[in-house]
C-alpha cells in the first residue's frame, strides 16, 4: 500500500485537479462579471503551460484549440469542462458522465435530492 503521505501520482493529482475545477464551474455565476470571465479564461488556458503531466497538459492543450471554453457563465461553463474530462474519460476506457447542469450540480455542489449528502 502507498503511503497517503506520498507525492500525488498522475490518478490522485487528476482527481484532485478534477474536484477543484467541477467544483469551480458549478459555482461560477450564471452572469460573471467580466473580471471573473478574464480569469477563469487565464486558469483554464495556463493548465496546457503548467499542469504538472505533461501529455496530460499537451492532450488538453490540443483539445481547447478545437473547443475554446466557454466562461459565458455557468452554464456553459459546467458542461464544457464536463465535456473536457470525457474526452480524458474516453481515452482512458473510463465511463462518460452524463454534461447536463442538473447532473454536475448534483455531483459538485447540491448533492442527491435524498440528503444523503448533507
Ligand atoms: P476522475 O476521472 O478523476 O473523476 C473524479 C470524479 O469526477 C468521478 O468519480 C466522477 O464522479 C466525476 N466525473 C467523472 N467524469 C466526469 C465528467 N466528465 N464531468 C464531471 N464529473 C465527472 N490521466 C491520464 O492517465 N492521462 C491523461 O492524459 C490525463 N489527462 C488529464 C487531464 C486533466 C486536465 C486532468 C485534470 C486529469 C487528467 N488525467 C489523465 C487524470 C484522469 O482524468 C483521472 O483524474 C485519473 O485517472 C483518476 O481517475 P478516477 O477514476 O479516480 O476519477
Known amino acids: 500500500v502507498r503511503p497517503a503521505d506520498c507525492p500525488p501520482d498522475v490518478e490522485e493529482l487528476g482527481r484532485a485537479t478534477w474536484t477543484f475545477l467541477h467544483t469551480t464551474a458549478a459555482y461560477f455565476p450564471e452572469k460573471p462579471t467580466q473580471a471573473q470571465r478574464v480569469n477563469m479564461l487565464s486558469l483554464l488556458r495556463a493548465l496546457p503551460v503548467l499542469y504538472p503531466c505533461s ?64
Not at 454534461?99 to 454536475?104: I, P, S
Not at 459538485?108 to 440528503?115: C, Q, V
Open 55 to 118: 501529455s496530460c497538459a499537451q492532450h488538453l492543450g490540443e483539445n481547447m484549440k478545437t473547443r475554446p471554453p466557454d466562461v459565458s457563465g455557468r452554464a456553459g461553463l459546467s458542461p464544457w469542462l464536463c465535456e473536457q474530462h470525457n474526452e480524458v474519460n474516453e481515452r482512458l476506457g473510463k465511463e462518460r458522465f452524463e454534461c447536463t447542469v442538473e447532473k454536475l450540480d448534483e455531483r459538485w455542489k447540491d448533492g442527491p435530492s435524498d440528503g444523503s449528502c448533507d
